[in-house]
């Protein structure tokens, strides 16, 4: 696909700025009833999802010029789906998530990259992740646990951790102790170790769409070669490119993909996992956008007129992981959940998507301080998210900012909850 | 443009010569009104239609003659018919015919001299109600009474300050015709009514309101001929309540929970002394009637209309009764001197002749002005104190205060009695209205129609909206033939 | 172009990040799809676009403008032609910054705004308090402070809660002078109670029937009336307007009154006014709705000749009603008046309180109006034949009239055919005058309906005129140098007022007095002499429009 196969959804562009609100019925309040980061921050129609296609439309009626400043003002989104959302909420006909994603790939197949971007890509050639980190230390995060080597043993559940769970030490113990809960729930699961490598999903982000095939195709043989039926990660971003770039791609993998609150919401559910201690936390839950409303797994290219589109191929936002990790919460004995204004499909993003957090950290960070602040409105005591990047993110915000507000890993608090782990361990 | 001295004669040519008169029993009431000071009133020109009036006007810009309209007969009581210096008055009251009234869209067509005795009687014959101001003159035309933006007695009718009026005919002072609202659209009247319209909306044409820039303006900027005006449905019954206190405060937090939700239709408050003044029978038995009043009396109105009208008026009932009582409000069904039934006779209609403000002492002044109902309270004891350093009772002193806009504004207004023959009793009235105008000024009292010496409080806050204004003035009477020297519009305001 | 000089001055009035000239930009300013009956969707590029955050900010892009000779163009949300430049030397003036609730005055039932708060959020705000807002019916993104004092002000809660240009209590207004004024109370100092005075009113000048849609200045505070809300501060809400589902609270009631006939439906309208009842109504046509609703089955089933006898003539004369209570008295009594009116004039009421998905679905669709922005599925743009309000009768007739002109034009697949009847009727104050508009979907990315829509605009005028209105649509330059003649030459003192006002015409004059010929291209001639025909017979001469 290109933008040019893209240019009937542009034109379809009303103007009608619902792409940069929260749904109308759901506006709460004021104060957080804004849906877009990137206008939101900049201001400038160019900057909502509908000012983006319009760029796509005056590039490719070669009004305006692809140059360093229209590549900023592209790059400058977290491509975080909620304009893509609330635009449907009234158009069956218009894709802006996609059109974004061929703004960036345009952008790179012309030449106008970012430097930072650019750093991000390098890191995935040399290294096979995204942050800079040395290939070798990769499994670090596994080291000691008892837990089978995909690279020589067959298992029935592939555990892929993702760059940032393999890396950030404030995130690294989360997932060993899902490996651990997962274990101590019968689950036969493996891990890929050093071997690991990034899911590639960034790279498509980023608008490197070789970079990501590749590493896509690295993905699709070990899940192949593991035997796995099932692929579980606790990344929402790895979770999201698994599910929608990967099959968008040509890459489906041939197994079910799930996030690792989808398996512990099963694990609940068929009595195997149990959450018997008591945790007296008042939290708010952020849906993180890729494991939310970017989560919706890929239904197919629609190539006829999209008002024909059965539903069941709309990319609604509505279809995304929001239960789970709720029913999560809310069989936490304790835990009292406390929803902040914009959740689910209309959820404010944490600000570190679509490469925003490596090349623009002022804009991120104002992203991310916004959503401190709606979790504050809530009077809760925890902001719990189930994203590694969300949760780096978050962690920053609030230490700048000294808000009063913890930050925890979904996956943490279930762990503590099972008794896998000691409270004082988050 | 300086006042000129211009041979009356001239205007027979517009509008016949017995249509022109310079008769001083005349022109007697055209040199002074109420506590204005003198003009000098040349003859009174009475056009017979639209065609005349724009002669008159084109003539007056050939001659540089100021015009001052009326439509009501005396008395008068403003000093907005009375010319600044010299000048022809206008007089409209003769164009009285009501052209149309269309029951199925709640409208009237009238002319300016239209009187409210007139209109309600045409009315009634069509099952329809006539929104009344608070005991208009009887000699006073509707027409020109809306176009001053008199608030009227019903709240929920009030969605906004142009009401009751709706579209209107007018000669603006270049002589030029023009007509607002719907009547303005395409066609004449007849091939308009035929078409169906009703002449309900009163915005436009086009993106400019000149009703709304008309109103207000005391014949400064054009003369209206005709006008349709917003009539509501006779109710099938109706019932007056009081509710008296002598706290404000209770009856204006009873007042702010009931037009809310738009309960009530007649909802008014009044001091003692006007409430005796409206009531009673005689002038000698005012004061005492006013002493055996609460300080404050709320005169309320229920309706039940034509489907469950009893069932609607027991909701209402039952509602206001719920909230009187949460605000520790009683309604009760009688005044001293006044059960219900007197109070909507009196409601209904005009003031009984020549009019009920000059039955205490002979002559009286107004001080009116907007503000909100929570502050209206503020403003009664900035006039009370205002009233004590002149020498005049509180007590004595005539107190309204109407909400409009649907309970968001109030209209206060305040009414000093004096004996027109006393000199020091008038000097005394003067001093006073002007001292505390300035005192209501400064506490916050908004005069949106200011009559008289008035306008040189008013305008002096708003210094931006006169420059503006005096803009709107050039193109619309741009050789300052219209009421001269008026409103912001005289050498000495700002 | 903008010299450097000027956009030097442009960056000093809002800072270097508020202001930009880059092409790209620029496009995406220059992109107004809506009314832009053109192949592609752009208006005049500005030569630079603004984000003043306050009134002195405002105030210093208009005078850096002005020393420069550039004009000026203020938008608040910006959704329609009539938002950007109509000319090449306009500076944009995107008033997205400022977006405060400066006060909400429970008691006195007002909000004072700014340029970009939307209603949703105002209506949000409000019911936390016990009132409301009137929200247009474009929907809740549109700027209540846009719809008040610059442009129309229609919407489904008309009926309780009147038209915008009506609600406006007192006003901030940069002038084209770059000077600022307030309008009424506010004017002097003394609150935002009333918009009006001292003395002749203001207000007439900032607005009339329509509004100078960007042409006078920018208005950058409004009061603006709020209404009685009796339910609860917030209205749970789930799911996404074609599948939303929303508690009703249980002071609201919400009915769909179908009649026989159009005359029926009229009466019961007058009667229902007359009751006073009802808090949100809208005539619109059963196979419109279907249509919003869902395009894709519309698109298949509008052959079946029985669904269109069906949708357009037995279930064709309805609307829909809520009924707002104080109390359950005050409901049950609404209740039983509306069926009483309903059962007198023959009709029937489907009482959502038996279909609960439908009431819960169509609660806060139309107390916030969040459906409209759905009509752009069917064709991807749609275009509106505008009346002008007035008696209940005469805005019912508009309807028909027009839905006939359409079916023409359907039927020869130059719009697309939406089965005729898609009126977007509300009546105002209980229903003692109304608005109708009709709708009609078509594609803006085909050459033929493009030439449809010229020319079915065209139809809409002549009608317009033969009916005796100055149409809504009279905003076009071209439409309104043929009316302004018939209609009090309205726009000769609209343009003396402008010129008084705005004595060197800086702000962008193209929609509020600019005039223009007719494009005749896609006319038919028989229509074109028309149209000159009643020009001829209806324009003014100095004694008024021949009778
Ligand atoms: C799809 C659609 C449906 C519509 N339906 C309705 C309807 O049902 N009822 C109705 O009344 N109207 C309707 N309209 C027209 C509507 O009134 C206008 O679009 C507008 O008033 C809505 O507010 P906005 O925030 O979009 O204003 P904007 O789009 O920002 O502006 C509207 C106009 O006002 C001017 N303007 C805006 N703000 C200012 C300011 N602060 N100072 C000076 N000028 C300003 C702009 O230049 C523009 O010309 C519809 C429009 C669209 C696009
Ligand atoms: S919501 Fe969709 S149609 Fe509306 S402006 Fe945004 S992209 Fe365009
Ligand atoms: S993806 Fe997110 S940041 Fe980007 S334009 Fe859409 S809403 Fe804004």
Redesign the interface.
Same mark, same amino acid.
């Given at each position: 696909m290109s933008l040019e196969d893209y240019r009937?959804d542009i034109?379809?562009?009303?103007?009608?700025?619902?792409c940069k609100?929260v749904?109308?019925?759901?506006?709460?309040?004021?104060r957080f009833?804004k849906n877009c980061p990137s206008i939101y921050r =900049?201001?400038? =129609?160019?900057y909502s999802g509908?000012?983006r296609m319009?760029?796509g !439309?005056? !590039?490719m009626?070669g009004?305006?010029?692809l140059d360093e400043?229209?590549a900023e003002?592209i790059f400058r989104c977290q491509l975080c789906g909620a304009c893509d959302s609330a635009c449907k909420?009234?158009?069956?006909?218009i894709d802006i998530s996609e059109v974004l994603l061929e703004l960036r790939s345009y952008c790179v197949e012309s030449g106008e990259l970012l430097v930072e971007h650019m750093a991000v890509i390098d890191s995935l050639k040399r290294e096979g992740n995204s942050l800079g980190e040395l290939k070798t230390a990769r499994g670090d995060w596994a080291r000691g646990l008892d837990v089978k080597d995909v690279n020589s043993e067959t298992c029935d559940v592939l555990f892929h951790a993702g760059c940032r769970y393999s890396y950030d030490p404030d995130a690294r113990e989360t997932v060993r102790g899902d490996i651990q809960l997962l274990r101590s729930a019968g689950l036969d699961i493996g891990v890929a170790g050093v071997e690991e490598a990034c899911c590639g999903g960034r790279a498509y982000e980023l608008g490197y769409r070789g970079e990501a095939s590749n590493y896509a195709d690295d993905v699709l043989n070990r899940v192949k070669s593991s035997g796995a039926g099932t692929l579980v990660t606790a990344c929402s971003d790895c979770y999201s490119h698994f599910q929608y770039i990967y099959p968008k791609i040509g890459k489906e993998l041939p197994v079910e993909v799930l996030h690792v609150s989808q398996v512990m919401d099963r694990l609940i559910d068929n009595g195997r996992l149990d959450f018997k201690h008591e945790l007296p936390l008042s939290v708010t839950y952020h849906d993180p956008c890729h494991l939310g409303r970017k989560g919706e797994p890929f239904t197919g290219v629609w190539t006829g007129d999209k !008002?024909?589109r059965p539903m069941s191929l709309k990319r609604?936002g509505?279809k995304g992981i929001y239960d789970a990790p709720r029913n999560l919460l809310y069989a936490m004995p304790g835990v009292e959940l406390v929803e902040m204004e914009r959740i689910r499909?209309y959820a404010w993003c944490c600000g570190a998507g679509g490469g925003v957090l490596e090349a623009f950290p002022d804009f991120s960070a104002s992203t991310t301080v916004e959503r401190i602040e709606e979790a504050l409105a809530t009077g809760a005591e925890a902001l719990v998210t189930a994203c590694p990047w969300c949760l780096r993110v978050f962690k920053d915000a609030v230490d700048q900012t000294s808000a009063d507000l913890e930050v925890y890993d979904l996956a943490d608090l279930a762990l503590i909850s099972a008794g896998v782990a000691q409270p004082a361990s988050v | 443009m300086q006042t000129k001295s211009t041979d009356p004669k001239v205007f027979r040519r517009a509008v016949g010569p017995e249509n022109v008169s310079t008769e001083e029993s005349e022109l007697e009431h055209f040199r002074t009104a109420g506590l204005s000071s003198r003009g000098e009133p040349a003859a009174v020109v009475r056009p017979q239609g639209t065609a005349q009036l724009r002669e008159v006007i084109l003539l007056a810009r050939e001659t540089a003659t100021n015009l001052v309209f009326t439509s009501s007969a005396p008395p008068r009581f403003r000093g907005d018919t009375v010319p600044a210096g010299e000048g022809i008055i206008v007089d409209l009251s003769g164009m009285d015919r009501i052209l149309r009234i269309d029951r199925r869209n709640k409208v009237a067509y009238i002319e300016p001299g239209v009187t409210f005795n007139n209109l309600i009687e045409r009315a009634d014959e069509a099952g329809l109600k006539v929104l009344m101001p608070l005991l208009p003159r009887k000699s006073k035309s509707v027409l020109a009474c809306f176009l001053e933006r008199e608030p009227i007695i019903i709240p929920k009718y009030h969605w906004d300050m142009t009401d009751p009026l709706l579209c209107t005919e007018m000669v603006f002072g270049s002589g030029d015709l023009f007509r607002t609202g719907t009547a303005g659209s395409p066609g004449g009247i007849d091939r308009q009514l035929k078409a169906g319209l009703a002449h309900k909306n009163p915005l436009g044409p086009g993106a400019t309101d000149f009703l709304r820039i008309v109103q207000g303006s005391q014949g400064t900027l054009a003369g209206v001929t005709w006008a349709t005006i917003k009539l509501e449905a006779k109710p099938t019954v109706h019932k007056i309540y009081f509710a008296c206190d002598d706290r404000l405060e209770r009856l204006v937090a009873f007042t702010y929970r009931a037009l809310r939700p738009r309960l009530g239709d007649e909802w008014l408050i009044l001091g003692a002394r006007s409430l005796a003044t409206i009531i009673a029978e005689s002038p000698g038995s005012i004061d005492e009637l006013a002493r055996r009043q609460a300080p404050w009396t709320l005169v309320y109105g229920v309706s039940g209309y034509r489907y469950y009208p009893e069932e609607r008026l027991a909701v209402q009932e039952n509602e206001l009764a719920r909230i009187a009582q949460a605000v520790g409000v009683r309604p009760v069904p009688e005044v001293p001197s006044c059960p219900a039934k007197k109070m909507e006779e009196i409601l209904a209609g005009p003031s009984p002749y020549p009019y009920y403000k000059t039955v205490p002492r002979g002559a009286f002044a107004d001080v009116a002005f907007l503000t909100t109902l929570d502050k209206a309270g503020a403003m009664v004891e900035v006039m009370s104190t205002a009233c004590d350093a002149h020498g005049y009772p509180p007590s004595e002193l005539g107190i309204y205060i109407q909400p409009i806009q649907q309970g968001r504004t109030a209209h206060v207004e305040f009414t000093v009695y004096y004996d027109p023959a006393d000199e020091a009793d008038r000097a005394r009235a003067c001093e006073l209205v002007e001292a505390a105008s300035w005192e209501l000024d400064e506490a916050g009292a908004f005069f949106s129609r200011p009559y008289g010496s008035l306008s040189r409080i008013a305008f002096r806050n708003c210094p931006d909206s006169v420059e503006a204004l005096r803009k709107v003035k050039q193109v619309m009477d741009p050789d300052n033939v219209l009421n001269r020297g008026k409103l912001c519009f005289g050498e000495e305001v700002v | 172009m903008i010299s450097d000089e000027a956009y030097k001055e442009l960056e000093e009035a809002v800072g270097v990040d508020n202001v930009s000239r880059h092409p790209a930009v620029l496009d995406s300013y220059a992109f107004q799809p809506f009314e832009n009956h053109e192949s592609m969707p752009w208006c005049p590029r500005p030569v630079a676009v603004a984000l003043p955050s306050t009134t002195q900010e405002v105030s210093e892009v208009i005078k850096a403008c002005n020393r420069h000779n550039l004009k000026h163009k203020a938008f608040s949300t910006g959704w329609g032609l009539w938002c950007g430049p109509t000319t090449d030397d306009v500076v944009q003036i995107d008033l997205r910054r400022m977006n405060r609730i400066v006060e909400i005055d429970e008691k006195n039932m007002f909000a004072v705004i700014e340029p970009y708060v939307c209603g949703a959020q105002l209506q949000a705000e409000a019911m936390k308090v016990g009132l409301n807002t009137h929200i247009i019916g474009a929907g809740p993104n549109c700027s209540p402070l846009a719809s008040a004092t610059s442009m129309h002000g229609v919407g489904h809660d008309s009926i309780y809660m009147s038209y915008s240009a009506r609600n406006v209590l007192g006003l901030e207004w940069v002038m084209p002078t770059g000077e600022v004024t307030r309008l009424g109370a506010p004017g002097s100092g003394k609150g935002w109670f009333c918009g009006d005075g001292p003395g002749p009113s203001l207000r007439g000048t900032m607005r009339g029937y329509t509004g100078a849609l960007g042409g006078m200045g920018v208005f950058t505070r409004v009061a603006l009336k709020l209404y009685n809300w009796p339910g609860p501060p917030e209205i749970e809400s789930t799911g996404t307007v074609v599948d939303v589902m929303s508690e009703v609270p249980d002071c609201l009631r919400i009915f769909g009154c179908f009649f026989p006939d159009k005359d029926r439906l009229a009466d019961a309208y007058y009667d229902i006014g007359e009751a006073e009842i009802g808090y949100n109504c809208l005539k619109v046509a059963t196979p419109a709705f279907m249509m919003i609703l869902a395009p894709h089955l519309f698109k298949k089933l509008k052959g079946t000749e029985n669904l269109r006898r069906l949708l357009g003539g037995t279930l064709g004369q309805m609307f829909l009603i809520i009924l707002a209570g104080i109390s359950r008295e005050d409901l049950d009594h609404q209740v039983d008046v509306l069926k009483a009116i309903v059962d007198e004039h023959l009709g029937f009421v489907l009482d959502a309180k038996n279909i609960p998905t439908l009431g819960s679905n169509l609660a806060m669709n139309f107390i916030r109006a969040t459906m409209p922005a759905l009509v752009f599925r069917i064709g991807g743009s749609f275009s509106t034949a505008l009346g002008r309000n007035d008696s209940l009768d005469t805005q019912l007739a508009w309807g028909e009239a027009i839905a006939e002109i359409k079916r023409g034009y359907a039927k020869k697949e130059m719009i697309i055919d939406d089965m005729g009847d898609n009126p977007y009727f509300v009546p105002y104050e209980n229903n003692t005058w109304a608005h109708c508009e009709v709708v009609y979907p078509y594609d803006h990315r085909s050459e033929k309906h493009l030439a449809g829509s010229s020319a079915i605009n065209m139809d809409f005028i002549i009608n317009a005129i033969e009916s005796c209105m100055e149409p809504m649509f009279g905003v076009v330059p071209s439409a309104r140098k043929v009316l302004s003649p018939l209609t009090s030459n309205f726009n000769r003192w609209q343009r003396k007022l402008s010129e008084a006002l705005d004595p060197d015409q800086t702000s962008d004059k193209g929609f509020y007095t600019d005039e223009a010929e007719f494009d005749f291209t896609n006319v038919p001639p028989e229509r074109v002499e028309r149209l000159q025909k009643l020009v001829e017979d209806l324009t003014w001469t100095e004694l008024g429009p021949p009778e």
């Open positions: 009937r034109e379809g562009c009303s103007r009608c700025s619902s609100w749904p109308y019925n759901q506006i709460k309040s004021w009833s =900049h201001n400038f =129609h160019t509908s000012g319009v760029i !439309l005056s !590039l009626e009004r305006a010029e400043t229209v003002m909420t009234y158009r069956d006909d !008002l024909d609604s509505r499909e | - | -």
